[in-house]
């Protein structure tokens, strides 16, 4: 008992240490809301608002992380992660476990996309940042990932 003088075994403080450094973490890394979230959106403020008008309307599943927010699918596994504007990444499509028809809809959705030059696509990700999207393709986009 440290309350009555006694003192830590080596494994004891080590353990100690680790839960106190686990729970530091944790605080640090205290997830986002969506008022944070379009806080950051200087100039897309109205644009992500709808997008979470949609989310909300739709009842599709999404998760604040730390700085966006992830779409989920009806398995609840993360298909799509959002970012506000003043951040690198934007809005990334997770290609993981895609079957090829729901690549097609991307695709089809993405063709239209105002700048195609500026969709990056990886083996894993497809990238592009919300400017080159119209508010209706990334509700599409948003209802492919969570279908």
């Given at each position: 008992d440290i309350g009555a003088?006694?003192?830590l075994?080596?494994?004891e403080l080590r353990t100690l240490t680790q839960s106190i450094e686990n729970s530091g973490r944790?605080?640090?890394?205290?997830?986002t809301t969506?008022?944070?979230?379009?806080?950051?959106c200087d100039g897309q403020r109205d644009?992500?608002?709808?997008?979470?008008?949609?989310?909300d309307d739709s009842e599709i599943e999404y998760g604040m992380g730390t700085v966006g927010f992830s779409i989920k699918n009806a398995k609840k596994q993360?298909?799509?992660?959002?970012?506000?504007?003043?951040?690198?990444?934007n809005v990334e499509i997770l290609m993981r476990g895609l079957h090829d028809k729901k690549r097609e809809?991307?695709?089809g959705i993405l063709?239209?996309?105002e700048e195609l030059d500026q969709v990056r696509i990886g083996k894993t990700r497809i990238t592009v940042k919300p400017e080159h999207l119209r508010i209706e393709q990334l509700k599409e986009l948003v209802k492919v990932a969570a279908s």
């Open positions: 003088g006694e003192r075994t080596p494994t944790a605080i640090a890394r205290e997830q969506p008022q944070d979230f379009l806080a950051k644009y992500f608002s709808e997008l979470f008008r949609f989310l993360s298909k799509m992660w959002i970012y506000p504007p003043t951040t690198q990444r809809q991307i695709a063709r239209d996309a």
